[in-house]
């Protein structure tokens, strides 16, 4: 079974790195990737362990773009996370994420329910944490200001909620020209979740490589839907359970929503790069 799409503590995700890849293990994978938010400080620790596993697997990053004012998330697949315009790229979106925390905390104090940023910074910045709106729905919990992270985001940090800072950063095409020019591809995450279908195929025209059809989040017809859309356009396909840690719906755990290995097999036949130490044999024997 093969996931292509997790978080690890270097985001959002429950699970470290190197329990992730036990956990995967156990469930049966054989194909990992990690896709953290804007970060690949979980890399390097998932795929020594996924080696000692018997894992193939590959390096990942979940980037949000901005389109309109809107978050669009992408997923880029590349051979070597390293790469210096991947990281600068990185560590600008990071940047971003920082100032948002301090102006969605601002707008906390404002709204009478303050929440200490500055400590929610400086604990990301400790554990090399790429920190979001989960990290202050967290502390608004700790806080009492609410009772659920769920009921921080309905109230207040979902998008149009009082709390919910414009997000500005780069587009689609932008993001793609730079996983491109470092070797990787790039794929729309959970476009059934995004719905900005009428986009898809001028982000085609601008270098999108794939469509994340199999996503937990993703009903069947959904699945048919960008299946047939990937068709269409010519795009590969990927999938992944969004795994974030054991909390959510069941089809959101490993193993139980994954990427049917023949579209695996077509993505690495064009991308071989994806894999730099060639561990993967698909079943036909194929490298
Ligand atoms: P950020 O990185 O700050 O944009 O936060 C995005 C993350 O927050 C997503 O990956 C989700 O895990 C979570 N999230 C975003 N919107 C909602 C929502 N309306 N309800 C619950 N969680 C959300
Ligand atoms: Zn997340
Ligand atoms: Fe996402
Ligand atoms: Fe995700």
Request: charged letters at 25%.
């Amino acid at each position: 079974m093969i996931d292509l799409h997790t978080h690890t503590t270097a985001s959002d995700g429950h699970r470290a790195p190197e329990d992730l890849v036990r956990a995967a293990w156990l469930a049966g994978l054989r194909v990992l990737a990690v896709t953290d938010h804007d970060t690949t400080a979980g890399i390097a620790a998932a795929r020594a362990h996924a080696v000692r596993f018997g894992l193939t697997f590959i390096a990942g990053i979940e980037i949000t773009a901005v389109e309109d004012g809107r978050d669009i998330h992408l997923l880029a697949y590349v051979g070597d996370e390293t790469h210096a315009s991947i990281q600068t790229l990185l560590a600008r979106q990071r940047a971003a994420r920082a100032e948002r925390v301090r102006q969605t905390a601002d707008r906390l104090s404002r709204l009478g329910r303050p929440i200490d940023g500055d400590a929610i910074l400086e604990a990301a910045e400790r554990l090399r944490r790429s920190v979001g709106r989960p990290a202050i729905a967290a502390a608004m919990v700790a806080a009492g200001h609410v009772s659920r992270p769920q009921e921080a985001f309905d109230l207040y940090l979902a998008e149009g909620r009082p709390a919910c800072v414009p997000r500005t950063g780069p587009s689609v095409a932008e993001i793609a020209a730079v996983i491109h020019d470092a070797g990787g591809i790039v794929s729309l995450a959970h476009p059934a979740v995004t719905r900005a279908d009428a986009r898809i195929r001028r982000w085609a025209d601008a270098g999108l490589d794939a469509l994340e059809a199999f996503h937990s989040d993703h009903r069947p017809e959904d699945t048919a839907r960008y299946l047939a859309l990937a068709s269409e356009l010519g795009l590969e396909v990927t999938g992944g359970s969004d795994y974030h840690g054991d909390g959510r719906a069941e089809r959101s755990r490993l193993g139980f929503t994954t990427l049917p290995s023949e579209r695996f097999d077509r993505l690495i036949a064009r991308e071989a790069r994806l894999l730099p130490d060639a561990s993967y044999v698909s079943r036909r024997g194929r490298k």
